[in-house]
C-alpha cells in the first residue's frame, strides 16, 4: 500500500514542504504572532517529524500530543480561524510543489481531524 507519505514524494518532499510552509506561516500576520517565541529550528525539525508520521512514513515523532502541545497557544488566543490558516498555507504549499488535488484533500483532512485537540475542545 503506497502511503500518503510515499504520495506526496518521501523525505526530501517533507522537508522541503515544512521550509516553505513556515516561511509562510511567518510572513503572514494572522498567525505570524504565536512564532515570537519559538525556536523554529527545533519547531521545524519537530513538524518534520511529525508530518512524516501522519503521513505514513517512518515514526520518529517524539514531540508531544497535540492537545499539550498546543495548549500555550490556546491561552494566547489560537482559535478554528487560525486553524482555517494552516490548513490553508499547508495546501497551498503542497499544490505550490505539484502535489495531486486529492493528496492535498487527504492532508486537510489530516488536520481538520486534529482541529480539537489542537484547540483542547
Known amino acids: 500500500m503506497t502511503t500518503l507519505y510515499d504520495k506526496l514524494g518521501g523525505a526530501a518532499a517533507i522537508d522541503q514542504a515544512v521550509d516553505i510552509f513556515y516561511r509562510k506561516m511567518l510572513a503572514d500576520d494572522r498567525v505570524s504572532g504565536f512564532f515570537d517565541d519559538t525556536d ?19 515514526n520518529k515523532y ?3 500530543d497535540m492537545r499539550s502541545g498546543h495548549a500555550h497557544l490556546v491561552a494566547r488566543g489560537l482559535n478554528d480561524k487560525h ?26 483532512a489530516i488536520a481538520n481531524g486534529a482541529r480539537d485537540d489542537v484547540l483542547n475542545r
Open 62 to 64: 517524539t514531540g508531544k
Open 40 to 58: 523554529m529550528d527545533r519547531q521545524i525539525a519537530k513538524q518534520k517529524a511529525f508530518l512524516t508520521m501522519v503521513f505514513g512514513g517512518p
Open 83 to 108: 486553524v482555517d490558516i494552516v490548513i490553508e498555507h499547508l495546501g497551498g504549499t503542497l499544490k505550490e510543489l505539484g502535489a495531486a488535488d486529492a493528496d492535498i484533500a487527504a492532508v486537510a
